[in-house]
């Protein structure tokens, strides 16, 4: 469902990306791990079609992210990092004007807002001006319009920085109730949301992949040194308690 292939991002002379590859299949739900600046958001905005590589490739469902980005990310849901949004729209005018831009046509726009708004359980935040709403519920917001034209890959760039713990676990329910009928990737900071909701975790420093496996690896090398110093180089937020990301 999505491949990067080698790919490369440089800011200048900084090597943001370096030769990042890996595919992703209907049913996993990739969370991508790594410290500020390692490149993860250059990553997915390369994959959402929003940036592009100086080297290697990207596809989604077999359409390159570059050539045929109307076709790919017409198959793709992007939470850009910050989940931006409209100020003045309200959720639920956000939600159809994307799905308006996307062409769909106006019972499919009402039918896909309303079950947007019911997933994301924006409640009555659904008519209220995004400007004026909380930064969880702006969160939900924005993730309503990734989701609404349900695609077939979700690229979420951090969907559950900044809420709180009853909120991070509806994200992750929801993303957990979508994950086996989409390829999903997340980033994250919270190591402690790979096992709960990624059946395979990627760790990226200075844009390489640093390990590539299953959440089970990963918790078993974090006990061994190898990893749990990469965590410490790589100055991993890694709160021990639920509490303590409150
Ligand atoms: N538009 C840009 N212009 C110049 N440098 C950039 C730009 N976007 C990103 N960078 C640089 O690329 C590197 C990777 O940034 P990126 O945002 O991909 O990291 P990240 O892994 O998402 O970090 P964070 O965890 O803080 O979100 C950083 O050094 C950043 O300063
Ligand atoms: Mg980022």
Redesign the pocket.
């Known amino acids: 469902m999505l491949v990067a292939d080698r790919l490369i991002k440089n ?1 200048g002379s ?1 090597r ?1 990306v370096d030769d990042i590859s890996f595919t992703l299949e209907r049913g996993e739900v990739l969370g991508f791990l ?9 990553t997915m905005r390369m994959l959402a079609g929003c940036l592009e590589p100086d080297g290697g490739s990207a596809s989604i469902a077999g359409y390159d992210c570059v050539a045929q980005r109307l076709e790919a990310q017409s198959r793709l849901g992007f939470l850009p ?1 910050g989940a931006p949004a409209y100020p003045a729209m309200t959720p639920r005018g956000f939600v159809r004007f994307g799905l308006r831009a996307r062409g769909f046509a106006a019972d499919a726009v009402n039918r896909a807002t309303g079950l947007a708004i019911e997933r994301t359980r924006l409640g009555e935040a659904a008519d209220q001006p995004i400007g004026t709403l909380s930064k969880g519920f702006k969160r939900r917001a924005a993730l309503a319009a990734a989701i609404a034209h349900d695609p077939a890959v979700l690229v979420l760039d951090e969907p559950t920085d900044g809420l709180d713990p009853n909120q991070k676990d509806g994200v992750r329910n929801l993303i957990r109730e979508m994950a086996h009928e989409k390829a999903i990737i997340i ?1 994250t ?1 919270i190591l402690e949301e790979v096992p709960a909701v990624c059946s395979r975790a990627m760790i990226v420093a200075r844009g390489k992949i640093l390990f590539d496996g299953s959440p089970k690896t990963l918790a078993e090398q974090g006990q061994d040194h190898t990893v749990e110093s990469a965590f410490r180089d790589l100055t991993l937020e890694r709160p021990q308690t639920r509490e303590s990301v409150v």
């Open positions: 800011f900084h943001a790594g410290p500020n600046g390692a490149g993860k958001t250059t990092e980033s900071h």
